[in-house]
């Protein structure tokens, strides 16, 4: 690894002054940034447009190391899951997830997870390090390249919901949304795009502060303190009243509908009374609730909720609360793709053997 400047890591005043002061006319940096950004260009030789002389001088004083996948498992349902090796031999994994109405890609934010949710293959490895923005840009371009050669068709949805807590790594992810969504970028709509966090109330009213254009999923999981507390440690630091008043003042603050997903777990959080629960919880801000299947990993402790029980516990959400509600049925199990699996199976890559 070259101790070299990585140039992604500049924002556009810095790389501006970065071209000034190699003496070079400001909008060189324009064109610099629109190779990276627009482009995804993975060498300095690339960019036609520049003098030779500048290409080489940007090689001599800048790293440039965009991610590609080197591995891709393609699953009987369409769901395709990618692995991107980042430096000594550390692997993070996005998802490109089709469906009739959409094409999602799901994107990790961390190498590894510091936060040890008990139905998470990510959360059995360790936290290596952020990800830098480029980094999840780099997914975002990969995985819509994949949606065009699997299924003919343009990605229109993005979700931080691979491994990692995105708002843990606040800084990195929302300059890669700045990317994503600017331009020199990929032009994206805010819209299209979801952060999905398990619970950091501080970080949640930051989002509100800055007032983000995107959206925002808390994996919510089960509406009791003493329950969630068993499955996600980090309730009890950020508890369900913390998390409520964050989530209503990001609403004041943004006006954006909330998502709570929530994963169910056979026996554990699937009754009537953690219906009636996340109702509850759920109606401090204007929401909609994905029911998610559950996918057992290796050493599950838990299994899948039946079938009637999830028509129940969504029949009672949709009639008696009346709440927007959609069951995410299991995608790409067959690879190891879905909710909550991720890594599970790069335990030797990632340094967690
Ligand atoms: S669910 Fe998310 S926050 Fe929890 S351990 Fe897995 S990756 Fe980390």
Not at 115 to 143: P, W, Y
Not at 261 to 274: A, K, P, Q, T, V
Not at 324 to 337: K, Q, T, Y
């Amino acid at each position: 690894m070259t101790s070299k400047p990585d140039i992604r890591s500049f924002d556009d005043d810095a790389l501006k002054k970065a071209l000034v002061d190699m003496g070079q006319p400001a909008f060189r940096s324009k064109q610099i940034a629109d190779w990276i950004w627009s482009k995804g260009a993975s060498t300095f030789d690339e960019m036609t447009n520049l003098p030779q002389g500048l290409r080489l001088n940007l090689e001599a004083g800048f790293g440039l190391h965009p991610i590609a996948p080197e591995e891709e498992q393609v699953s009987r349902d369409g769901t395709v899951k990618c692995a991107f090796p980042i430096e000594s031999g550390k692997v993070v994994e996005g998802v490109l997830i089709p469906a009739r109405d959409r094409m999602t890609a799901c994107i990790s934010s961390q190498v590894g997870c510091s936060l040890s949710c008990s139905f998470c293959a990510t959360g059995k490895l360790k936290l290596l390090r952020n990800l830098n923005a480029g980094e999840m840009v780099d997914q975002v371009r990969h995985i819509a390249m994949l949606a065009e050669r699997h299924h003919d068709h343009r990605l229109t949805n993005i979700v931080y919901m691979g491994m990692g807590e995105p708002l843990l790594n606040y800084k990195n992810v929302l300059a890669s949304i700045d990317r994503i969504t600017g331009t020199p970028g990929l032009g994206m709509s805010p819209k299209r795009i979801t952060v999905s966090t398990a619970g950091i109330a501080k970080m949640i009213r930051k989002l509100g502060d800055d007032e983000v254009k995107f959206n925002l999923a808390l994996s919510l999981h089960a509406a009791e303190d003493g329950k969630r507390n068993r499955i996600m440690q980090i309730n009890e630091s950020n508890d369900l009243a913390s998390l409520r008043d964050a989530l209503m003042y990001f609403n004041e603050k943004t006006g954006t509908r909330v998502t709570f997903e929530y994963i169910l777990l056979g026996g554990f959080n699937d009754d009537i009374e953690d219906a009636r629960d996340l109702a509850r919880f759920a109606a401090c801000v204007p929401c909609k609730v994905n029911l998610i299947e559950y996918n057992p990993i290796d050493d599950a402790l838990f299994r899948k909720a039946d079938a009637r029980k999830t028509d129940e516990f969504k029949d009672l959400l949709e009639d008696k609360f009346n709440m927007v509600v959609n069951v995410r049925r299991s995608r790409g199990e067959d690879i190891d793709a879905a909710c909550g699996q991720l890594a599970n199976k790069n335990k030797l890559a990632t340094g967690q053997g």
